[in-house]
């Protein structure tokens, strides 16, 4: 029997039309209106279609969004120089410089540098820092929007075996603290873990984010698990593969997400809701 299908695409759809009614309904009074920046530094074809796709959904829901094109030669210091201007802005709620950067510009440098308030990744170490202690924050948006899924499709959290398969800051470390203060038992694994289906085996949710093509095997599975598929990956042949195998995976677990069309429609849909997020806190609305 087939898994059930996690549809992120249908599901970021419905998150983001209620974005729109709560910003239509409840903050017209107020005059806000939340306002992203997205800062592009030179021209990468990939980065260029992720920013439109985020631009055009800004414009959906009712956030005014500004972008911000810089050449691929511009100093590091420059670019600090345009976020401390964007900080400073009161209109601008969300600062987002999207990566990759060029090799002259630290990306720890610019994550540093956005307010912590303003910083709708969720990658400044202070936001990091207060998921790690579970304090409010604005979190990162991929990890963020995996656990949207699992809620939207009513996978019990709370008291179940959880296995993240991948470590980076952006997703993995993140996703497993996210999941951990939702009561799950954590176990984080990587590329290098040795028997590491050993471990997936117990998953009763299983989290890919490793960045390896079909890296996971349907004997890998726990039967009946939730699989989120957070890969991402470029085939010889064009075609786009997670780091699930899909097509036999999903006879063996209970609840997965294809790629594309799973976690990524997502990751836009709760850059939005940190936006929002962002702009309720800085002007004390109310937000459901």
Not at 54 to 64: L, N, S
Not at 252 to 279: C, D, E, K, R, S
């Amino acid at each position: 029997m087939s898994a059930r299908l996690i549809d992120g695409t249908a599901i970021a759809q419905a998150l983001q039309a209620r974005l729109r009614e709560q910003l239509r309904v409840r903050w017209t009074a107020s005059g806000v209106v939340p306002g992203l920046t997205v800062v592009l530094v030179g021209e990468n074809p990939a980065s260029k279609i992720y920013v439109r796709r985020k631009i055009k959904a800004c414009a959906e829901v009712g956030i005014h969004s500004e972008l911000i094109e810089l050449p691929d030669s511009i100093s590091e210091a420059r670019v600090l120089g345009e976020i401390e201007r964007l900080n400073a802005d009161p209109k601008v709620h969300g600062i987002l410089v999207q990566l990759p950067l060029p090799k002259q510009i630290s990306v720890a440098k610019v994550q540093h540098a956005i307010r912590p308030e303003k910083d709708v990744d969720g990658f400044h170490p202070q936001n990091i820092g207060a998921l790690v202690t579970g304090e409010p924050a604005l979190q990162p948006c991929t990890p963020l929007g995996c656990l949207k899924l699992l809620d939207e499709e009513r996978v019990p959290i709370e008291g179940r075996r959880a296995v993240v398969v991948g470590r980076s800051n952006i997703v993995g470390k993140p996703m497993a603290l996210m999941l951990l203060q939702r009561s799950a038992t954590v176990t984080i694994c990587h590329s290098k873990t040795p028997d590491l289906g050993a471990v997936t085996r117990e998953a009763d949710i299983l989290v890919a984010a490793v960045g390896i093509a079909r890296l996971i095997k349907a004997p890998m599975i726990k039967p009946g698990a939730a699989v989120i598929d957070v890969g991402m990956n470029r085939l010889s042949d064009g075609t786009l593969s997670g780091d699930v195998d899909f097509a036999a995976a999903r006879e063996v677990a209970g609840a997965i997400t294809p790629v594309p069309g799973g976690v990524g429609p997502m990751t836009i849909a709760m850059l939005l809701h940190n936006t929002v997020l962002a702009a309720a806190r800085l002007h004390g609305i109310a937000t459901q």
